[in-house]
């Protein structure tokens, strides 16, 4: 049953959706099939028991639950399933939409057009209405629903006595329109240029003659889902004219609250990918303070986090960020304040890892050892970052017993390994050769520092390989 798709479907519901959607199975308004109601409960119970017993559910154990008396029936099994996963699809629907309350609105509304249900119509119209303006959000959206709120009072209106008002709503619906399609075409035409630059081709978008230019000349670049759309299309556009990242970045800051998380996020990733991408992966590492600076904007705006954890990527990239600049103190606060936040897995591994890497950075090397030298990493991204910390910290303060058993260890570590690939297993062989190497060479001696030197500049598959010219550099 594990791959069927109903049971796939429920699986991934919460405890919480499970008890919503018995409710909702049992109801006879949605379901009226009682067989549903016993299929439903019976891959209820099975899914318990799998969690219990790591047992899965079969067709045949579902089958006695509902029917114990009869033999199995492949192709009403079958139709049963189907008709439970409809309810299933329905009920998650119907969740989302009780989730928008003026989404839901807009579809009572053309219920509600008939003249003697005027005071009906007009009093969901002003809670709309209320909501609407009630809200920071100002993202294409608001504008989508602003819109189409008014056009069903312009309709309302259109063929009766009230018909000279009805013009005053189609004038500001057609603003949010307006406002909606420019987002919307921005939104599209942003990433038709990102996926550009990383995949041959582009969407086929069509575009009116001197459209960039229209909407300059619009008050429509008044709303923040207009104008943040279209800094991120001049931004892409023309990556050497850098005030339209600054613009981008200070709308972001001081407007964020007008868009939803989603979209806000998308917004966030192309400022972050302007900094990394376009300026510090071409020299200018002043970008790392306007990256980091994007970074507290993200843990100040909560757009970092997902159900209230944050994404261990978004913290490691954090962390590198801030040593690069070297805001030690931000960064053990960072650390200290947010790796509770981590999902539950990765905190321990996360705490002393990202801790010895400060300690490293600071040249706090003694603290770096104790740190590590004690720890087993499971995760195998901690375990080989770990070793190779350790031994540049050995190498820093000169252990050269420590720093050769290490090396010693390390090959063993990577070739029992299994699920590391031949071709990173490479990249750390060749470190911990040129590592060894290193501690061969003699300090004046300019013709064995020059040969090392090519062969660190040749190799292809090599981790470290800055750090390794630096210590030849210092010989």
């Not at 987002?183 to 003659?209: E, V």
């Not at 040249?363 to 050892?369: A, F, P, Q, T």
């Amino acid at each position: 049953m594990q791959n069927n798709k109903l049971y796939s479907l429920l699986r991934s519901f919460s405890k919480n959706d499970l008890q919503r959607f018995a409710k909702y199975v049992n109801s006879p308004f949605f379901n009226e099939n009682k067989e549903l109601v016993q299929l439903f409960h019976a891959i209820k119970k099975g899914l318990v028991s799998n969690i219990k017993t790591g047992k899965e559910v079969s067709k045949l154990g579902l089958w006695l639950e509902i029917f114990p008396a009869k033999p199995f029936h492949d192709t009403r099994f079958r139709r049963l399933c189907s008709d439970l996963l409809k309810l299933a699809m329905d009920f998650l629907a119907y969740q989302q939409f009780k989730k928008t309350p003026l989404v839901s609105s807009l579809f009572l509304l053309p219920q509600l057009s008939a003249p003697q249900l005027d005071k009906h119509f007009t009093g969901v119209v002003r809670q709309m209405d209320k909501n609407l303006s009630q809200s920071d959000l100002r993202d294409s959206d608001y504008h989508y629903l602003n819109y189409m709120m008014l056009q069903r009072r312009y309709e309302h209106l259109e063929h009766s006595a009230k018909k000279a008002a009805a013009f005053d709503f189609i004038e500001k619906s057609d603003y949010h329109l307006d406002c909606f399609y420019f987002s919307k075409k921005l939104q599209h035409y942003s990433d038709s240029l990102s996926y550009q630059s990383m995949i041959s081709g582009a969407a086929a978008l069509h575009h009116f003659p001197h459209f960039l230019e229209y909407i300059q000349q619009t008050p429509y670049l008044n709303e923040p889902a207009v104008k943040a759309w279209q800094l991120v299309v001049l931004m892409i556009k023309n990556p050497d004219e850098e005030g339209f990242f600054m613009q981008l970045k200070k709308l972001v800051e001081e407007e964020g609250n007008c868009f939803q998380k989603k979209e806000l996020q998308t917004l966030f990733i192309h400022l972050m990918n302007y900094c990394i991408f376009v300026k510090i992966h071409k020299g200018n590492e002043t970008y790392y303070h306007e990256l980091l600076s994007l970074y507290k904007t993200g843990l100040a705006q909560n757009i970092l986090f997902e159900n209230n954890e944050l994404n261990p990527q978004h913290y490691k990239n954090i962390i590198t960020n801030a040593l690069h600049v070297k805001a030690f103190n931000w960064v053990e606060n960072f650390i200290q304040k947010y790796t509770p936040l981590l999902p539950p897995a990765d905190r321990n591994n996360a705490l002393t890892y990202n801790l010895a890497n400060v300690y490293f950075h600071k040249g706090e090397y003694e603290k770096v050892i104790g740190q590590l030298r004690e720890v087993e990493y499971q995760d195998i991204t901690y375990a080989l970052g770990s070793k190779l910390m350790l031994l540049r910290t050995y190498y820093e303060l000169d252990e050269i017993a420590p720093l050769d058993s290490l090396i010693d260890s390390f090959r063993i570590y990577l070739r029992r390994n299994q699920h590391i690939s031949k071709e990173v297993k490479q990249q750390y062989m060749n470190t911990l050769r040129f590592t060894r190497k290193l501690l061969g060479i003699a300090r004046y001696d300019q013709k064995s520092k020059e040969k090392i030197i090519e062969q660190i500049e040749s190799c292809k598959t090599l981790v470290l390989k800055e750090w390794l010219l630096d210590k030849v550099g210092e010989l």
